[in-house]
């Protein structure tokens, strides 16, 4: 970390319960030269993976269904979100990750995949950067239903839309998340399918 502008004074653990919250103190210097105290909390998860599964013969995506307590929280009805395949890294290189993760949730044993980009995605409060991939996938890469692991107490539904009917959810509100709308995105512009 190289800011001559900012110096970090204090890192206080705040909780270790789930993931990593501290508070952090720094003092950030102004564009005039005056430094001013700051004080944030800071939350570490890791970083994580996501990937749009395509099939271009087919025509299809792969996404998954799943509860996310923070949604309902905040307003999702139901708090269920209908998302690419993602995980955390658990100390892989991303590729590995996801690829990791693709068969543990959807149940396709993927071999190839491509690195679109990656993003901070609440930079304001969360570390964690996400690297986001795209790959195809056909009938033949089925080893299992997927629906994540029960140790992780996963609850996942495996879901197979059209490129269409997917991008068009979009729009109608069903799907919300982040990750996948840039990914739907990015599949739109580039004409993967």
């Not at 690829?99 to 993003?119: A, L, N, P, Q």
């Not at 959810?169 to 993967?192: F, P, V, W």
Request: some cysteine.
């Amino acid at each position: 970390m190289k800011n001559p502008k900012v110096e970090i004074k204090e890192t206080k653990l705040l909780s270790d319960n789930w993931y990593i919250l501290n508070r952090v103190t720094f003092d950030y210097q102004k564009e005039n030269g005056v430094s001013e105290i700051h004080t944030r909390e800071v939350y570490d998860r890791g970083n994580g993976a996501g990937i749009l599964l395509y099939n271009s013969t087919k025509k299809t995506v792969i996404l998954t269904r799943q509860f996310r307590l923070p949604t309902f929280l905040n307003g999702n009805k139901d708090g269920m979100m209908i998302e690419v395949c993602a995980g955390l890294l658990d100390k892989d290189n991303p590729e590995t990750a996801i690829i990791r993760e693709t068969e543990e949730e959807t149940g396709y044993r993927i071999s190839k995949v491509e690195k679109v980009f990656e993003t901070y995605m609440s930079p304001g409060a969360v570390t964690e950067i996400l690297y986001l991939f795209v790959g195809e996938y056909d009938e033949s890469m089925k080893v299992s239903e997927g629906g994540g692991l029960d140790a992780e107490q996963e609850n996942i539904e495996v879901l197979e839309y059209t490129f269409d009917e997917a991008y068009a959810m979009i729009e109608s509100g069903e799907i919300t998340d982040a990750k996948t709308i840039l990914l739907l995105q990015h599949a739109k512009i580039k004409g993967l399918l």
